[in-house]
Structure formats: C-alpha cells, structure tokens
C-alpha cells in the first residue's frame, strides 16, 4: 500500500495523472467510480483535462460503487445522476458506457448478480477510485461487511445515514435506509485502486486502513491485501498515521516515471 500526503488540490492532480497515464496507453480501460464529496476534485480535473488536453473516454468504460435503493429515477442524489453531472456529462464517454447497480430494481438478488456479471464481461475493473467513510466503510460496505463480500443489497447505518443527510437537505428522514453496493471482494478484484480522503474527520479511519488489524469492524482494512493500493490523504487526514514521515519520506524520493 503506497501512502501519499499531499495537499488536496495535488492529490487531485496525482489521481488524474494516473486515470490519464491508464487510459492515454489504454484507452479502452475500464474505470471504477466513486460518488461522495472525495473524488469531486478529481473529476473536475478530468473535465478540465477532456476539454483542454484532448483525454477521451470515449472507448473506456465505467462501472459505479454503489446506489441507493428506491430513489426515484429523476432524483438528484441518486448515484447514477451524481456521476452523470459530476463527471460522466462532461466527459465523452459513449451513450451507455457508465452502469451502476439498480436500485429500483424489483428483482433485487437479481439485479446484483448482473452487476457483478457486466463488471466479468467487461475485462473487471482496471482503475478504481474510492473514497473512505469516517466509520472505515469503502462504498457501501458498513463495519460488520463480509471481506469476502459480492454486489448486494446492505442497510446502511445511522453513522453513514447521518453523514450523507447533508446531501439531502440536512433532513435524515429523506436518506434512504438500503444501497447496493460492489462487496469488498469485488472491489478487491479490481486491478488498481486509488483511494482519496481528506480532513481531520477521516483521520481514524486513515489510519485503521493502513496501519491497524485487517478486520471486518474496519471495512477498509482488506485493502492491505490488495496488491496495488494508493491511497492520497492531505495533512488532516493524515494526522493520526503513525508511520507518516516514511510516507513522506518516500515519496519524496520517488522517481517520477514510476508513476502509482
Ligand atoms: N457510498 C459513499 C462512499 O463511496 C464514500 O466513500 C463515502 C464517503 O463520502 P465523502 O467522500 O463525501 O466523505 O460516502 C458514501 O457513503
């Protein structure tokens, strides 16, 4: 697990260099998307990037995290509308090339094992970019989740409830209570994951995922068995690492054509 601490702007600049370097010598590559406030910057990047520099995604494909269930189609923080305007809208992808899991689906086990499926067709995941909750969870997958875990349903919890009420206008009532989400072992299948967070509110959480015991109550603590993790924090979220000087340390000293 390489460790970066960065201010939030560069770490920005450091996960789009990497989407870039992937899909300038890939370019059907297939990208994993995160909704949530940590990847926005980075989106914003790509934009800027697809517009200015040429970047196209026009053969790569998308899949998302995760999804609410029962938001109406046409609400805005459904996860498909998120990524739609955050990022998919302003980029070239070609019409259908971003799926997420169906959260109105009526056939919900269903509608997961198709998920996972179309992530198989697909080559699985090249790049995936993920965010963290304060409580450790990685998409939807809260403390108690299966390491082994596949694309389900999940009840979320009042933690996560709480945090993501912001969105809806400050009211808990009008958060859902269920998502689909990827499992932790669908995200541990795909090929890279560049993990973002920022501010002093992720800091626990920060350190459980690189330094504390692999454990279900920690859901992001099975990413230390993957073999190719970045995970980009600012000075905020860095500050309860223990092992933060080395990361600085050495990445520092890292030459630059090796890239994440
Ligand atoms: N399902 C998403 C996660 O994918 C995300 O990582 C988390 C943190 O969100 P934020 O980046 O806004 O802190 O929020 C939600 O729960």
Redesign the pocket.
């Known amino acids: 697990m390489e460790v970066v601490i960065a201010p939030a702007e560069r770490l920005a600049r450091i996960a789009a260099d990497a989407v870039e370097r992937l899909l300038r010598d890939r370019p059907d590559a297939v990208l994993g998307l995160?909704?949530?406030?940590?990847?926005l910057a980075v989106y914003d990047e790509l934009a800027r990037r697809h517009t200015e520099g040429g970047l196209s995604f026009a053969r790569s494909r998308a899949f998302m995290?995760?999804e609410y269930v029962g938001l109406p189609a046409d609400h805005p923080e459904r996860y498909r509308n998120v990524i739609e305007k955050e990022i998919a809208s302003r980029v070239d992808f070609a019409p259908g090339a971003v799926q997420g899991p169906d959260g109105l689906a009526s056939d919900v086990v269903g509608a997961c094992a198709a998920y996972e499926q179309a992530i198989v067709d697909a080559g699985g995941v090249d790049l995936q970019i993920?965010?963290?909750?304060t409580d450790g969870?990685?998409?939807?997958n809260e403390p108690g989740s299966s390491l082994a875990s596949r694309t389900r349903i999940k009840t979320l919890t009042r933690q996560?409830r709480e945090?993501?009420a912001r969105f809806f206008g400050g009211d808990l009532a009008q958060v859902p209570t269920h998502c689909l989400t990827q499992g932790l072992a669908t995200i541990m299948s795909a090929r890279h994951l560049v993990l973002l967070a920022t501010g002093r509110g992720?800091a626990e959480a920060v350190h459980q995922l690189a330094e504390g015991p692999v454990s279900a109550m920690w859901p992001a603590t099975i990413l230390q068995h993957h073999p190719h993790v970045t995970v980009l924090v600012d000075d905020a979220a860095a500050s309860r690492l223990q092992l933060a000087d080395y990361y600085r340390e050495t990445f520092a000293a890292k030459p630059a054509w090796q890239g994440l």
């Open positions: 995160a909704t949530g406030s940590s990847p995290l995760d993920l965010g963290i909750g969870h990685v998409a939807f996560t945090d993501n992720k």
